[in-house]
């Protein structure tokens, strides 16, 4: 999938623009507040988005950045990518002041962070073990990678600096993910995707628009690209053999 062109497609039209991003925002006013201290200890891995979101990212977030504080995100994020495999890492939308660079649009997984119950959070972990499990075991199979046991097995705890008006138990939390994937739906309904996608994962989505974005300027100027995005992944894989647990 061309993620600029679903991207810019979203984007382009300012009605469907706004009507996108009102269905995005009465998903996120279900989620209940709360007082936060800040701490930025769950801000420390990739999360997986929507498209409509991962529009709003750019279109709200992102492109408001100043070219420098741009400039700096990128690094973060090529940073991030090419290491995922072999160490945790913060989350690369953060800056060195712990400030979260995409605040105002920050997607779902972030905004409900500390509002789960401790139950339906752990319920959620198991999950996203078994998952990585799963990947470690295909990685190792096809790449001869082995993932780190801090890469693994790695754990945001459950918060408990931050008391939300109420907790929110499994079906709540599945029931606002449910909202996202049917909002994404619309987007295939309505010519935007060829395919229904649900969710990605948002460094690499963004990294994808970058490249992208970059190839299509240098093209403009030399009819030729810089770098591609099997490129960049060969580079991934011979940085995480190199640093793979023996």
Same mark, same amino acid.
């Not at 507040?33 to 709200?60: P, R, T």
């Not at 660079?101 to 319920?123: H, K, N, Q, W």
């Not at 705890?157 to 599945?174: G, H, K, Q, T, W």
């Not at 739906?185 to 990605?200: A, C, S, T, V």
């Given at each position: 999938?061309?993620?600029?062109?679903?991207?810019?497609?979203?984007?382009?039209?300012?009605?469907?623009?706004?009507?996108?991003?009102?269905? =995005? !925002?009465?998903?996120?006013?279900?989620?209940?507040?709360?007082?936060?201290? %800040?701490?930025?200890?769950?801000?420390?891995?990739?999360? !997986?988005?929507?498209?409509?979101? =991962? $529009?709003?990212?750019?279109?709200? %977030?992102?492109?408001?950045?100043?070219?420098?504080?741009?400039?700096?995100?990128?690094?973060?994020?090529?940073?991030?990518?090419?290491?995922?495999?072999?160490?945790?890492? $913060?989350?690369?939308?953060?800056?060195?002041?712990?400030?979260?660079?995409?605040?105002?649009?920050?997607?779902?997984?972030?905004?409900?962070?500390?509002?789960?119950?401790?139950?339906?959070?752990?319920?959620?972990?198991?999950?996203?073990?078994?998952?990585?499990?799963?990947? $470690?075991?295909?990685?190792?199979?096809?790449?001869?990678?082995?993932?780190?046991?801090?890469?693994?097995?790695?754990?945001?705890?459950?918060?408990?600096?931050?008391?939300?008006?109420?907790?929110?138990?499994?079906?709540?939390?599945?029931?606002?993910?449910?909202?996202?994937?049917?909002?994404?739906?619309?987007?295939?309904?309505? %010519?935007?995707?060829?395919?229904?996608?649900?969710? %990605?994962?948002?460094?690499?989505?963004?990294?994808?628009?970058?490249?992208?974005? $970059? !190839?299509?300027? !240098?093209?403009?100027?030399?009819?030729?690209?810089?770098?591609?995005?099997?490129?960049?992944?060969?580079?991934?894989?011979?940085?995480?053999?190199?640093?793979?647990?023996?």
């Amino acid at each position: 999938m061309d993620i600029k062109n679903v991207i810019d497609r979203i984007n382009a039209s300012t009605e469907k623009k706004n009507a996108y991003n009102l269905l =995005l !925002n009465q998903v996120y006013a279900e989620i209940p507040s709360g007082s936060c201290v %800040g701490c930025a200890k769950c801000c420390s891995e990739s999360v !997986n988005v929507s498209l409509v979101e =991962l $529009a709003n990212i750019f279109e709200n %977030g992102i492109s408001k950045l100043l070219p420098k504080q741009r400039e700096e995100l990128y690094k973060r994020i090529i940073s991030f990518y090419l290491s995922e495999w072999v160490k945790p890492n $913060a989350c690369p939308f953060l800056d060195n002041e712990k400030r979260c660079t995409i605040y105002e649009v920050r997607p779902l997984p972030c905004r409900i962070f500390g509002a789960p119950s401790e139950d339906a959070y752990e319920s959620n972990y198991m999950k996203i073990r078994k998952q990585n499990l799963t990947f $470690a075991k295909s990685l190792y199979t096809f790449e001869g990678i082995k993932l780190s046991p801090k890469v693994l097995m790695k754990k945001i705890d459950f918060c408990e600096n931050f008391i939300p008006e109420y907790r929110l138990e499994s079906d709540a939390v599945e029931g606002l993910y449910s909202q996202l994937i049917n909002l994404d739906g619309k987007l295939y309904f309505d %010519g935007i995707i060829d395919e229904p996608i649900i969710n %990605g994962d948002l460094v690499s989505w963004v990294l994808d628009y970058i490249i992208d974005d $970059a !190839n299509e300027i !240098n093209n403009s100027l030399t009819n030729a690209s810089i770098i591609s995005k099997e490129m960049l992944y060969q580079l991934k894989l011979d940085y995480s053999k190199h640093h793979s647990v023996k």
